[in-house]
């Protein structure tokens, strides 16, 4: 453990409302140097190389699951495999959303997605 704390700060981070992605990043900046540097003063000097690691992968993790503009994030839609347990995508995607101008929204996943594999795991397997 080279930073104590950072999963609960992290979520903490991400778990902010933000207006724009860029809201958020400079938020996560902001937020977590200040917390090492109050909180752990000599340990933020010695590691400022690993806060900047992990601030910056904690602004990736909001960018790739967390939507401001649209309000979607981790917990209205909290797992997408199989679509199981929500509707997810197909929240919207259901072909039945349409623009004012008659535009349906599509049902095909590859407009969003790049999906690099379906099918049970054995099946999978790098070959």
């Not at 724009?20 to 109050?38: N, P, R, T, V």
Request: one cysteine or more; proline letters at 6%.
């Amino acid at each position: 453990r080279r930073l104590p704390y950072l999963k609960r700060e992290g979520i903490r981070l991400l778990a902010q409302p933000y207006a724009s992605e860029q809201e958020a990043a400079s938020a996560i900046l902001k937020g977590l140097a200040e917390f090492y540097q109050q909180a752990y003063p000599d340990l933020y000097r010695a590691q400022a190389a690993a806060v900047q690691q992990a601030t910056m992968e904690l602004q990736q993790i909001y960018a790739r699951n967390i939507f401001p503009e649209m309000r979607v994030d981790w917990r209205g839609y909290p797992n997408h495999i199989g679509h199981l347990n929500s509707e997810g995508c197909f929240r919207c995607h259901d072909g039945l959303h349409q623009s004012s101008d008659g535009k349906v929204i599509t049902k095909d996943c590859n407009a969003c997605h790049t999906i690099l594999g379906q099918g049970p795991p054995e099946e999978l397997l790098a070959t």
